[in-house]
């Protein structure tokens, strides 16, 4: 398996600085083990995950190095950022 890895730093105009998060985009979710031992091996605050459920539209889900958590607002912002900048630059707004 091959997966495409990012780490953006939110909140930081330059390369850096910030709230480092890595962003993992998938066509589906991966299982919930393979998640949290990739989180660990990135060892960062989070490490995110999103699948594309319909066009603008995200699922998300956040990792910490031991578990998995309810929200991050960084790396959702680091997401967002990703999408429009990257992934899907047409992209006019998106929802998570």
């Known amino acids: ?11 930081a105009g330059k ?12 066509e589906r979710f991966l299982d919930d083990a ?3 031992r990739i ?7 989070e490490t995110a995950y999103f699948v594309k459920s319909a066009p603008g539209k995200y699922d ?3 990792f910490t190095p031991e578990s998995e958590v ?4 960084h790396a959702t912002l680091a997401s967002a950022w990703l999408i429009f900048d990257r992934l899907e630059p ?3 707004t998106l929802d998570f």
Do not use: H, S
Request: hydrophobic share 50%.
């Open 70 to 73: 309810e929200l991050c607002g």
């Open 34 to 36: 393979l998640m949290q």
């Open 90 to 92: 047409e992209a006019k």
């Open 15 to 26: 390369p850096l600085e910030g709230n480092p998060a890595a962003l993992v985009p998938l």
């Open 39 to 45: 989180a660990n091996e990135n060892n960062l605050a």
């Open 60 to 62: 998300l889900r956040w």
């Open 1 to 11: 398996m091959q997966l495409t890895l990012f780490q953006i730093d939110a909140f």
